[in-house]
């Protein structure tokens, strides 16, 4: 009698769930000894689904990406590209269109992009995406489809860091005069803008330019010439720290190699170079300036190989990314979401 009792209670007890916590689940750790820029996630379980995990931990992703400024998620066997941008949806609000682009790029499916599309052999600066722009992503992604078979590291740095190290004389030059970014468009040297500003319509872009307090001047031969000023510093919309945030350093002729810029200013003149940075009331950057800048970018960033099926998000603020050169085929796709257009100041 009493072991039929049991029986019945056995059959009548329904199985339950186990439930691992957070800290069962993934495995936190650092890419450097020296500091807690990138976090890097890993999983414990076999199979674990990074889309089902993040749903579940949005919370904690977005409160360790602003405490690191930015998240390595790797071994987690997100598959394609799909999957990518599935998992960015769940973290951003909204991804983003690559509009008003600096660099060629090529739709992959929905929105996500290829990385910029530079010659392997080329290195790629530090900087913060479209920091140039009235608008810009707080949040970026990154997922490699394949590594290279040398090189081709993202490298990135802390913008906190970059403006703390920089002399206090440029960022209080910096700070007072901000950036004048000028481009060139149809010269052939660079993107035209058509594809800059993806459309054929020189109505639309001169829409988009008055929008974005983009000064536009038409030039013959259908060529176009911008100006814009844009604030150098920012301050961060939820950690209130300021960053050094801008492209002064990138869109500059002094960065650029000595043959690379000998051959430029030997086909065109100096204004009409298909980029080139100023201070906001149009003097030059100096040189020395600029290769202070990019001293201070080398020194405060941290690099890793990538791995098949990497994930790195970043908070595009507080963080700035580069690439390296690399040998072999190299595919790394971008995804972008909640635009921001404060510089907080």
Known sequence: MKNNLLKDKLLKTKPKSINLSQEQLITTDYLSSTGNLLLKITPNVEKLDLIDWAINNKDYISQ???????????????????????FSKIISNELEEYTER???????????????????????????????ASSWPRK???????????????????????????DDHIIQKFTEKKVMYVRNFGTGLDLSWQTAFQTNDHLKVEEHCRKSGIEFEWLESDRLRTKVVRPAIAKHPETKELLWFNQ???FNVN?????????????????DLPRNTFYGDGTPIEESTIQKINHVFNRASLSFPWQKGDIMMLDNMLVAHGRAPFSGSRKVVVAMGDLCSSYGL
């Open 255 to 271: 960065s650029l190699p000595q043959m690379v810029r000998d051959q430029l200013l030997s086909m065109v003149k100096l204004e």
């Open 102 to 132: 600096s660099t060629p790029r090529e739709q992959v499916e929905g929105k996500v992009y290829t990385s910029t599309e530079y010659p392997k052999e080329q290195h790629i600066l530090m900087h913060n995406e479209s920091s140039y």
């Open 64 to 86: 360790q990406l602003l405490k690191h400024g930015g998240i390595l998620f790797r071994n987690f066997n997100v598959g394609s590209t799909e999957k990518f941008e599935s």
């Open 140 to 166: 970026i992604w990154f997922y490699c489809v394949e590594a290279a078979d040398q090189g081709g590291e993202t490298p990135i740095a802390d913008s906190r860091k970059v403006y703390q190290m920089l």
């Open 248 to 250: 002064a350093h990138l």
